[in-house]
């Protein structure tokens, strides 16, 4: 038997993958407080748009350009408690916020949380593979879908805890920053228990490819990736407003259905990265990117049943390419994991924001209707799949 064979589920540390996928849900529970206590803090201190804007640029420049600079300080010298540090920044953060009483105080409190969210991404991305087992895929799965569950629950609590309780209330989430870092220490001793073991053993062999390939395949799966995050940030930011002014549901209503898009987007996510580890990564983004252009195209057409339906195909089939697309970024560049996840992760999260801000303005230009009609069209750019090189798995 050699190092090169695929290991079992047996040899996957899965209370690992379990700790860093819970600290995911923590870190973008927090991280989804930020947009859902605009409101209270538009009204606290009569802020313009404009600087709603730049509090969200700041936490987003903040939390995403740093990822891939964070991903390759790490590559170089791994820090085990790192991640138990980064959410320490996010506490903090969160503490401020709550005691903030101007504007600058509120802008200082979002760049100690987006650090939080920066060093978190690369690191613990680079430890589930650390604890896949040869697993890439499934263990970047079950990574994710902590995020994604994080990131639906969160407004909720925003609305039982934050909107009664006013801003002094942020403070009570530092203890779920707080059980992350215990949570994470955990991780961490686990990680330095791992000595100087390489995070990049090959449990499958990788294709080895030109440093051309390398750039072209990459460039490649960041335009998929672009695609991808914009489309979801239309129908994730827009979904509700598409719902009420198309069909004339109720808020409440509308607000169901998202959640309801949402639990199909984490089901996809959770299924994506095995599906890869059995098929291959390139099969996966190819069938995940452009295999969605016929719902997407057919979306703006449907009554109400049938955008339910196809919302949900959707959430389905495009959310399980990313955990494929990190992983084949990942055998690219089986030196620089830490690197290439903070990249991918980062422009991820800045594709979002900035892909929200684009297609918002297009509507307040045009209408809702428009939008969809013109993104449809964006999983069309899943035709590159094409181009992009055999992975460890074709």
Do not use: C
């Amino acid at each position: 038997m050699t190092t090169d064979k695929v290991q079992g589920a047996d040899d996957t540390a899965f209370r690992i993958l379990v700790a860093i996928s819970t600290g995911h849900m923590l870190n973008d529970t927090i991280q989804s407080l930020i947009p859902s206590i605009y409101p209270i803090l538009k009204d606290s201190y009569a802020l313009s748009f404009t600087e709603i804007g730049l509090i969200t640029m700041t936490w987003q420049v903040t939390a995403s350009i740093l990822q891939p600079l964070i991903g390759l300080a790490i590559d170089r010298k791994p820090q085990p408690f790192s991640l138990a540090f980064g959410m320490g920044s996010t506490l903090l953060g969160l503490l401020l916020m709550a005691a903030a009483t101007s504007f600058p105080a509120l802008l200082v409190s979002v760049i100690f949380i987006g650090i939080g969210s920066s060093i978190f991404h690369p690191e613990a991305s680079r430890v589930a593979r650390m604890a896949s087992g040869g697993q890439h895929g499934m263990a970047q799965s079950l990574f994710q879908v902590g995020g994604n569950i994080g990131s639906a629950i969160g407004p909720l609590l925003a609305a039982f805890i934050i909107l009664p309780g006013g801003q002094p209330a942020v403070a009570w989430f530092a203890l779920l920053a707080l059980l992350a870092m215990i949570l994470l220490t955990r991780v961490g001793f686990w990680t330095r228990a791992q000595g100087r073991r390489s995070t990049t053993i090959k449990t499958t062999k990788p294709v080895r490819h030109s440093p051309r390939r390398v750039a072209l395949a990459l460039s490649i799966l960041a335009l998929l990736v672009f695609s991808k995050f914009l489309y979801m940030a239309n129908l994730s930011s827009f979904y509700t407003f598409y719902l009420i002014e198309t069909f004339g549901v109720s808020v409440r209503d509308a607000q169901l259905y998202l959640f309801i898009f949402l639990g199909a987007v984490a089901v996809g996510t959770i299924i994506g990265g095995p599906i890869g580890d059995r098929i291959g990564r390139r099969t996966v983004i190819w069938i995940s990117i452009l295999g969605v252009l016929p719902f997407t195209l057919l979306l703006p057409f449907a009554n109400l049943e049938g955008t339910v339906a196809l919302s949900i195909l959707i959430g389905l089939i495009l959310s399980s390419a990313f955990p494929a697309i990190v992983v084949f970024a990942q055998e690219l560049v089986p030196n620089k994991v830490g690197t290439v996840s903070g990249l991918f992760f980062g422009f991820a999260f800045g594709m979002g924001g900035l892909g929200a801000a684009l297609l918002g303005y297009v509507a307040d230009q045009t209408s809702i209707d428009f939008v969809y009609h013109l993104a449809a069209y964006l999983p069309a750019i899943g035709l590159l799949a094409m181009f992009l090189p055999k992975d460890s798995r074709a």
